[in-house]
């Protein structure tokens, strides 16, 4: 069994490191098995499939003095090499005072529904079938369907930590999610259009439906007109509205940021900053949320969190992992994340993050638009003035402009710089679906008003 | 060793019906120090190791690969590289074919003058505390100060069923500096010498001593504080002048990813985008001005993206992408150089590990110099604005329209800098914006290095290089916030 390996490797590795002289030590270890199939030109092009995993070993000397060690490696015989390696890093460091100890054990419980058989055990060709339903859906779609792209990936992620102080922990995760991209033309004039779905199960992922709603967005897309540039009520799809959470989560809500001074909520403590029909909370035992687990990547249980609690921010939003928290004589609140990622995101982030829903269908939100621009997905976005929460990206796949209540045509990509502060400070309409979108569980918006500053064309 | 257990991989492969394979063994040793407002934020050491064996079968691509390099597990590796091959064939449209390469076996190292994993921990952290501190002590307003050191080193071994067979060590190293000051609800940021961690370059350890980070802490703490005092980037359409650690980025995402012949064939459609530069205007689209001379090349000394051959065994080369302002090239692997008939690979094609596919990514995208001096090009502007170092970036799927905005400018009036700006932003359209260029540098010329650039799915980040120097744009729209 993949944990109990996992575990017998933590806990030799931090018993390794403390026989080393190391007060504290902290050890993880990861397996990752992932899988994904990846199609464009209505043929799979990249078929993957990669083990990877590794051990993490954090050594602390009595005078702080810290070292961290990552290593491509599951071999215990490697173990004693590793520990003595995270020793010598660490004597060769300095002290950092704000190191106030690695987190004591608290009880936790494993998460029900975060590990599904079908996901882990699912095989390229039950992939490059279900690619295969999503290409003939689209190509039948239209005659104008020129091209299908996407992805259609299973992950397992298992996962072990333990610390000198007691803590003992792991988890183990599936992941599955499909993409959808597909690219109509007529005359000369392409059209796109994307649906995505992310899910633990990967029987729930629907081939077809996917590829309908991309189709069918893409075939409207053809011959986009020009607009001007100015302000515009939007409709924001549930993938529009992630990709804007989960840069919120990321430049405001970290404690790195917070205590850089860079993030907006520093300066808006306990104000009616958002919309009131806004609440966003950070709950990774809740099953609507894709990454679902019971421990961060230090072994802290995971807890329910708000972010927003009705439009309002508050010292209570900020997201701490150990280190962080003991700069401020605070516990971490979970955050770490955990070393499963490929670059070691040594951050302190949100990604349980979950939007409460309102009561709106979007169908209902286009009907209560004047004059304003329905988007599908926001692309490259990026913090422009991250304590006043402006962002810049383009629209892209499927962006219609609505008059009247009804979308009306399709128009050229827009970029659009705003501050999410004024944007989210109006939301007259918050949907009643929710959807997952990778690190966050969101649903569809309508904003009064968001800034638009730039077209995508020569 | 792993020639050995190479030529066993891909024996297994043949035998199991592949009409090509190829297998990449490799371990990465990643060394990432970070002091932090006096302490050590990160003190990482970071090792890679594992392989990758790609193979054709029945005309279509499956890869496989593991951390566990022994003959056993090969052998399943191989197992599943041939049936997810068979599975890709069940969606194929033609047969995937392979540019003609010159077939070598040969070893190649990054020259090196100090290798920087034999230099102590305690010098480099000895350099970063020293360079912090001097950082932070500019003024009390500084509430967050980062002083940096990374150094890589991937040794990567390739061998296909053609014959090819080259050992690779590839190293680099660098750092910086980056603030971040707080004074009424405002924040300002500077860094040195470039953003993203600083200026990287495949070179030893005086690479890292050259950057001289305690020598420059001091100034950068002070322009910080500085810029509390500027005016606000204003609302205009004039003359942008921008410098090196800025231009950089500017030729990465406007020119860099476009002249990937992957994202022009569509392949990437599904996430990083497509290009405007589609293959129907190769020799034909007048992509910038007379000025504008841009190559893809692997062989320039120093260069971040600098290596002897690429993840496909393709000796590296230097290609044309903008010749003279035209649109003339491709990046390109050998599928999609045999796609377009290109009569070889660019030698685009790399994983940021063996344990991942390799894609066509950016090598050294270099902007070649002009005739003009730096101070000239100011001295030349009657009207206009100076912007320095990234701050933020973002341009569209198609790679059209872009926005960035810098840490720092300067007003230009009647040829000298005049007051100093914040907040400076810029937005335009790459051949419009290219088209307008009228002014390129030779003396401040210089290879910079990005660490991070991403693509793909699984998503992957690259180190790579861009050679610029100062440049002018008539007409730029400034000023967005």
Redesign the interface.
């Known amino acids: 069994m993949v944990i109990e390996r996992l575990t017998e490797i933590v806990e030799k590795a931090v018993s390794a490191t403390t026989n080393l002289g190391a007060n504290q030590a902290q050890a993880s270890a990861f397996l990752l098995e992932n899988a994904l199939t990846r199609y464009a030109n209505s043929q799979i092009h990249q078929n993957v499939v990669s083990k990877n995993g590794g051990i993490v070993i954090k050594a602390f000397l009595p005078d702080k003095r810290m070292g961290t060690l990552r290593a491509n490696t599951l071999e215990e015989s490697e173990i004693e090499r590793l520990a003595e390696k995270a020793v010598k890093i660490a004597k060769s460091a300095r002290p950092d005072e704000g190191f106030k100890g690695l987190p004591e054990p608290e009880p936790w419980a494993p998460v029900e529904g975060a590990f599904v058989k079908e996901t882990a055990s699912c095989t390229p060709e039950y992939r490059a079938a279900r690619v295969k339903e999503a290409i003939e859906t689209a190509h039948n779609k239209s005659s104008i369907v020129k091209a299908v792209a996407g992805y259609f990936s299973s992950n397992t992620m298992y996962f072990a930590v333990a610390n000198s102080l007691g803590v003992f922990a792991h988890a183990r995760l599936t992941t599955a999610s499909m993409k959808t991209t597909v690219i109509s033309e007529s005359e000369g004039s392409e059209g796109f259009g994307t649906a995505e779905k992310y899910t633990r199960n990967i029987k729930e992922i629907d081939p077809i439906l996917l590829a309908e709603d991309a189709a069918d967005k893409s075939v409207r897309s053809v011959k986009p007109t020009k607009i001007q540039l100015g302000n515009y009520e939007v409709v924001l799809s549930p993938l529009a509205v992630g990709t804007i959470l989960s840069y919120l989560g990321y430049i405001g809500f970290s404690a790195i940021p917070y205590q850089n001074g860079s993030s907006f909520v520093k300066y808006f403590l306990n104000k009616q900053v958002f919309d009131e029909k806004l609440t966003v909370k950070d709950d990774a035992r809740d099953p609507r949320t894709f990454y679902m687990t019971p421990i961060d990547g230090e072994g802290v249980p995971k807890k329910l969190k708000f972010l927003i609690k009705n439009g309002i921010v508050s010292e209570e939003s900020i997201c701490y992992d150990s280190l962080r928290a003991g700069k401020e004589n605070k516990k971490s609140t979970g955050h770490s994340v955990p070393p499963i990622t490929r670059w070691f995101y040594d951050m302190p982030v949100p990604f349980n993050m979950i939007m409460e829903p309102g009561d709106s269908r979007i169908e209902e939100m286009i009907e209560e638009t004047k004059h304003g621009i329905f988007v599908t997905y926001f692309h490259y976005v990026n913090p422009v003035e991250p304590t006043k929460a402006i962002l810049t990206g383009l629209t892209r796949d499927g962006t219609f402009l609505i008059e009247n209540g009804e979308i009306t045509k399709p128009i050229v990509n827009m970029r659009f710089t705003d501050s999410m502060l004024s944007a989210l400070k109006n939301i007259p309409l918050l949907g009643k679906n929710q959807e997952m979108v990778k690190g966050t569980t969101v649903t569809p918006i309508k904003l009064n008003k968001l800034r638009f500053v730039g077209i995508s064309s020569y | 060793m792993f020639s050995e257990l190479g030529r066993l991989a891909l024996e297994e492969a043949m035998k199991q019906g592949a009409s090509y394979a190829d297998i990449r063994i490799g371990e990465i040793e990643n060394e990432i120090l970070t002091v932090k407002n006096g302490?050590?934020?990160?003190?990482?050491?970071?090792?890679?190791?594992?392989f990758?064996v790609r193979a054709i079968v029945n005309g279509?691509?499956?890869?496989?690969?593991?951390?566990?390099i022994n003959e056993k597990e090969m052998g399943q590796v191989v197992e599943?590289a041939i049936?997810?091959?068979k599975?890709?064939s069940?969606?194929?449209?033609k047969n995937v074919q392979l540019s003609q390469e010159e077939i070598r076996q040969d070893k190649y190292e990054t020259p090196i003058k100090k290798d920087p994993f034999e230099v102590?921990?305690?010098e480099k952290?000895n350099i970063l505390?020293e360079a912090e501190r001097l950082l932070a002590e500019q003024s009390p307003s500084i509430?967050?100060s980062y002083s940096y050191y990374q150094g890589f080193r991937e040794k990567k071994f390739f061998m296909n069923s053609e014959g090819a067979e080259i050992s690779q060590v590839i190293t680099w190293c660098g750092g910086g500096l980056m603030a971040?000051?707080?004074k009424s609800?405002?924040?300002q940021?500077r860094s040195y010498p470039a953003s993203f961690r600083g200026d990287f370059s495949t070179a030893g350890y005086e690479f890292f001593e050259s950057l001289a980070l305690v020598e420059n802490a001091k100034k950068v703490g002070q322009e910080l504080i500085k810029l509390f005092d500027a005016e606000k980037c204003p609302s205009m359409t004039t003359d942008l002048i921008l410098t090196g650690n800025q231009l950089a980025l500017q030729i990465h995402e406007s020119c860099g990813h476009p002249t990937e012949l992957d994202r022009a064939?569509?392949?990437?459609?599904?996430?990083a985008?497509t290009s405007?530069l589609t293959p129907e205007k190769l020799g034909k689209f007048r992509y910038g001005s007379k000025h504008v001379n841009i190559v893809a090349d692997a062989t320039v000394p120093r260069g971040l993206g600098t290596f002897g051959y690429d993840d496909e065994g393709t000796p590296a080369k230097k290609v044309y992408l903008i010749k003279e302002g035209l649109f003339v090239g491709y990046q390109s692997s050998r599928e999609t150089a045999a796609e377009l008939n290109l009569g070889g690979s660019s030698s685009g094609m790399r994983a940021d590990?063996p344990?991942?596919?390799p894609l066509i990514r950016m090598t050294n995208i270099n902007l070649l110099p002009g005739d003009w001096k730096a101070e000239e090009i100011v001295e030349d502007t009657k009207d206009g604005v100076l912007m320095m170092t990234n701050?933020?970036?973002?341009?569209?799927?198609?790679r059209?329209?872009f926005?960035f905005?810098t840490e720092i400018g300067w007003r230009i009036k009647n040829g000298s800098l005049e007051n100093m700006i914040k907040?400076p932003?810029y937005?335009g359209?790459?051949?419009?914006f290219w088209g307008s260029c009228d002014a390129l540098s030779k003396d401040d010329w210089k290879m910079w290095g990005i660490p991070n650039c991403g693509k793909g799915?699984?998503?992957q980040?690259m180190y790579v290089g861009h050679g610029c120097g100062t440049a002018r744009f008539k007409n730029v729209r400034v000023g967005?916030?």
Do not use: C, H
């Open positions: 302490a050590p934020e990160e003190v990482k050491f970071l090792q890679t190791k594992g990758g279509a691509w499956g890869f496989a690969a593991s951390i566990d599943k049936s997810i091959a599975a890709s069940m969606l194929k449209k102590s921990l305690e952290l505390f509430k967050a971040i000051a707080v609800g405002e924040m940021v064939l569509g392949t990437e459609a599904d996430y985008g405007f590990s344990l991942s596919l701050r933020s970036w973002s341009i569209d799927d198609k059209i329209n926005q905005g907040n932003t937005i359209v790459t051949p419009q799915v699984p998503g980040v967005l916030i």
